[in-house]
């Protein structure tokens, strides 16, 4: 099985600030990695897909790179709306997914 | 407009069985493959299962934690995906959410407001 570990875990940030979270993959899963945002007591939304494709509608401050085993979710400039936990997610083995353990932004 | 929406879920004994539906519309539902995922209560995101949009043999995926005990399936005449749950444990207590895949590599792009299963004597 393919295990994803983010880092950090959590972290404190303040608006304006460029936010970056990493992504490691297992073994390499190409370009086969989703991001998620999700906001307490709301269904995840997905931000970026094939690593670095911004989804329809998600503000261009998000962004994604990597391919193999590491990925990257870069915030360019922090929002308030922003302050919510960041999920990355496997595809890389059809329809059999694994999700990273989550990185809780907060407010400095 | 695309809508998911789960239902079935509530309180179970440990050993009991749940059957969880979902009704999806707004989209040509047996082209696109269908994915349950859950959260327990303040932990992260796990995926549970998936079925293609054919939902022929052998296109349905389990994780290892509900392998042999849960059972994903649809029905593309009324656009409904379900997911059966029997010999429930405790550790499955959690929010289950049903979603629809974009595409089988790029993630789901459209998500119900999850139902709560509780597992408990």
């Known amino acids: 099985d393919i295990q994803m570990t983010q880092s950090p875990s959590s972290l404190s940030a303040s608006v304006g600030d460029r936010v970056t979270i990493t992504c490691r993959a297992s073994q390499s899963i190409s370009i086969y990695l989703n991001w998620y945002q999700q906001k307490p007591g709301k269904a995840p939304k997905v931000l970026i897909y094939?690593?670095?494709s911004l989804q329809s509608g998600v503000p261009s401050r998000f962004s994604g790179s990597g391919s193999g085993t590491d990925f990257t979710l870069t915030i360019s400039s922090l929002q308030p709306e922003d302050f919510a936990t960041y999920y990355c997610?496997?595809?890389?083995?059809?329809?059999?997914?694994?999700f990273g353990q989550g990185t809780k932004v907060e407010i400095k | 407009e695309v809508q998911v929406l789960e239902s079935g879920g509530g309180l179970v004994q440990p050993g009991g069985s749940l059957r969880l539906s979902c009704a999806a519309s707004?989209?040509?539902?047996?082209?696109?493959?269908m994915i349950w995922v859950r959260q327990a209560p303040g932990k992260g995101l796990e995926w549970v299962s998936s079925i293609s949009g054919s939902g022929g043999s052998g296109s349905t995926y389990y994780a290892d934690s509900v392998k042999g005990r849960f059972t994903i399936s649809r029905d593309n005449s009324k656009n409904t995906v379900s997911l059966q749950m029997n010999s429930l444990r405790v550790e499955d207590t959690a929010i289950y959410y049903c979603a629809k895949s974009q595409d089988g590599f790029y993630g789901a792009d459209y998500w119900g407001q999850g139902t709560l299963v509780t597992v408990s004597s």
């Open positions: 707004g989209f040509t539902f047996s082209s696109y493959a």
């Open positions: 997610q496997q595809s890389y083995t059809t329809l059999s997914w694994t």
């Open positions: 094939a690593a670095s």
